[in-house]
Antibody, heavy 127, light 106 residues
Framework: QITLKESGPTLVKPTQTLTLTCTFSGFSLSTSGVGVGWIRQPPGKALEWLALIYWNDDKRYSPSLKSRLTITKDTSKNQVVLTMTNMDPVDTATYYC???????????????????WGQGTLVTVSS | SYDLTQPPSVSVSPGQTASITCSGDELGNKYVCWYQQKPGQSPVLVMFQDTKRPSGIPARISGSNSGNTATLTISGAQPMDEADYYCQAWDSSTGVFGGGTRLTVL
């Protein structure tokens, strides 16, 4: 059974850097085709794709947020870490991590999907 | 940037068929997946690779994708199907979600 859980601060101040950790079980990030992604959802709004890292350290970022995001993995700890710099109140959202698996051609559109998702963690940006 | 457009809301009577659309430029050339999200819960995958159902998803939920539009169809809609539905695809190696559709069954 695959499970994922997000952890990190619930409140950050504007301009600070957010660091979120996704701790997972039931799969290994050293297995070919496996990845972990981050998605966020502002209160009452739609899902927004943020970043994704694959077993081979292939990293993908949302073009609109790329300059602010860094995703890394620690295979031995079964963890994926997402950092987002220069936080703003508009970044207030529930942040989810999710398992993904499939075919990932280098530099091309992956044939993957997010399943399952973690429970999410609400991050509020306020002074 | 690539955009996926969904209707904000769809209503259906119990037992009837609901169709939720997702539109994007040449979307038929990409794989689309769909997620169901109920209030206060995390999204759940209900369709991948346009037409494939994960285990545990009932056969009355189906998908299609052609031209510029992908469609999630729920036949014999039940109150338990009431939720927000999001389509998702890949463009330029990055993920894109649609704006979501609230399905009301009443």
């Amino acid at each position: 059974q695959i499970t994922l859980k997000e952890s990190g601060p619930t409140l950050v101040k504007p301009t600070q850097t957010l660091t979120l950790t996704c701790t997972f079980s039931g799969f290994s990030l050293s297995t070919s085709g496996v990845g972990v992604g981050w998605i966020r959802q502002p209160p009452g709004k739609a899902l927004e794709w943020l970043a994704l890292i694959y077993w081979n350290d292939d990293k993908r970022y949302s073009p609109s947020l790329k300059s602010r995001l860094t995703i890394t993995k620690d295979t031995s700890k079964n963890q994926v870490v997402l950092t987002m710099t220069n936080m703003d109140p508009v970044d207030t959202a529930t942040y989810y991590c999710a398992h993904t698996f499939g075919v990932v051609p280098p530099g091309a559109n992956p044939n993957t999907w997010f399943d399952p998702w973690g429970q999410g963690t609400l991050v509020t940006v306020s002074s | 940037s690539y955009d996926l457009t969904q209707p904000p809301s769809v209503s259906v009577s119990p037992g009837q068929t609901a169709s939720i659309t997702c539109s994007g430029d040449e979307l038929g050339n990409k794989y689309v997946c769909w997620y169901q999200q109920k209030p206060g819960q995390s999204p759940v995958l209900v369709m991948f690779q346009d037409t494939k159902r994960p285990s545990g998803i009932p056969a009355r939920i189906s998908g299609s994708n052609s031209g510029n539009t992908a469609t999630l169809t729920i036949s014999g809609a039940q109150p338990m199907d009431e939720a927000d539905y999001y389509c998702q695809a890949w463009d330029s190696s990055t993920g894109v979600f649609g704006g979501g559709t609230r399905l009301t069954v009443l």
